[in-house]
């Protein structure tokens, strides 16, 4: 997963599960839960499935409603995220 993020919102980029390039545009707002933790739910759109892979599609973007979790320590982060039926795990770094 690759992308980059202003405020509360991102792009990114990655392989999906059917090894298929996928993009995604989301809003995720995030709030402090302990000094180190923030939790976080993703809003926005993926694309890469077909319709028998997803059938929950509107011209081929599939709804992302995600919950995160995220662990930082000064620049750098890991964040956990389940998508759909699907836990994504990924390092940041954040400038």
């Known amino acids: 997963m690759v992308g980059v993020r202003y405020k509360r919102w991102e792009a990114f980029t990655l392989l999906n599960s059917f090894d298929t390039r996928s993009y995604i545009l989301s ?8 000094p180190w933790a923030k939790v976080g739910i993703r809003l926005g759109g993926i694309t890469g499935y077909t319709k028998e892979q997803n059938s929950v599609q509107l011209g081929g973007i599939t709804p992302v409603v995600a919950p995160t979790l995220t662990l930082h320590y ?3 982060g890991f964040e956990t995220a389940l998508f759909t039926d699907v836990l994504v795990f990924s390092l940041k770094v954040m400038i």
């Open 74 to 76: 000064k620049h750098l």
């Open 27 to 34: 809003y995720h707002p995030q709030f402090d839960w302990t």
